[in-house]
């Protein structure tokens, strides 16, 4: 941490650069000392309790665990319900609290909207799947399930005496995925065997913009930093199979845009701090 410092040696520096000779600048150091000692009390800031003190902004690195709740829009809500996200990141702030980060985020939990879409393929007609001992589906789960990962840049806009903290506006730019993950655990539907899942999942992949405004709060205790806010993502995909069961040959498809918006929250774990602390004097 650099603290406020204003650093005033005494008569006795400013008279040797004047190059006064040694002993008398020796017999004038003597004499005023006393009185420079009275006059000056030094103060160490260390107490961030203190109401005066002022947390400097500081090259800092950390890592980062975080959590969102995403509601989807576009083809992405077409296909599947809100779902959650985990993942890692991490980040670069500059002294001039710029930030620079890496972030990956795997979503999950996302109910499929409407499991007609099987229809015809998968299921029969009448929306039922039979398994190859001709008994009625009763082991297969059907999930969506996302992944992303890329580059944010972005700037935190101090609010108090916490200049480590305050206002958090991120933009970013990456890859995103997509697909529903079918699992076949009981190990009794043929036509869920091999490659031929990859004719259901819908799997695509594509390009993604995301940005984020929330709160990033750091304090003394930097393992109880954190950040909280809401973000957004715009992505826009295609198929990465060549064929899909209940649409045909992708070659031709155009991207289609989807988006994500919600609340994502993470905890800190600072790795590095360029830290400068100083004594100043006040009268």
Not at 104 to 124: E, H, P, Q, W
Not at 164 to 186: A, E, P, Q, R
Not at 256 to 274: C, M, Q, R
Request: with cysteine; glycine share 10%; net charge positive.
């Amino acid at each position: 941490m650099k603290n406020i410092t204003l650093d005033i040696k005494g008569f006795a520096t400013r008279l040797y650069v004047l190059q006064v000779p040694l002993f008398f600048l020796f017999l004038s150091f003597v004499a005023i000392n006393p009185l420079f000692a009275q006059r000056y009390k030094p103060v160490y800031k260390t107490d961030f309790s203190d109401k005066n003190y002022i947390d400097t902004a500081a090259p800092m690195i950390w890592f980062d665990a975080h959590f969102s709740y995403y509601l989807p829009v576009g083809d992405l809500r077409t296909l599947f319900k809100n779902n959650f996200s985990v993942g890692p990141g991490i980040t670069f702030k500059l002294k001039s609290n710029w930030t620079i980060c890496a972030q990956f985020s795997y979503m999950f939990g996302a109910n499929i909207r409407d499991l007609s879409i099987f229809n015809g393929t998968l299921a029969n007609k009448d929306g039922i799947i039979v398994d190859g001992n001709g008994l009625r589906e009763n082991g297969i789960t059907c999930e969506g399930r996302y992944w992303t990962f890329g580059a944010e840049f972005g700037k935190i806009i101090p609010v108090d005496r916490w200049k480590n903290s305050g206002i958090w506006l991120k933009v970013g730019t990456g890859y995103f995925g997509h697909k529903m993950n079918i699992d076949d655990y009981s190990n009794q539907f043929p036509q869920l065997s091999g490659d031929y899942v990859k004719g259901y999942d819908r799997r695509s992949s594509g390009f993604a913009l995301n940005e984020f405004i929330g709160y990033q709060f750091m304090r003394k205790n930097r393992l109880l930093s954190f950040f909280v806010g809401v973000e957004f993502y715009q992505v826009w995909t295609k198929p990465n199979r060549n064929y899909i069961f209940f649409e045909g040959p992708t070659k031709n498809m155009p991207r289609k845009f989807s988006g994500l918006f919600g609340i994502k929250a993470g905890w800190n774990i600072p790795v590095y701090e360029k830290k400068s602390v100083t004594t100043y004097y006040y009268r």
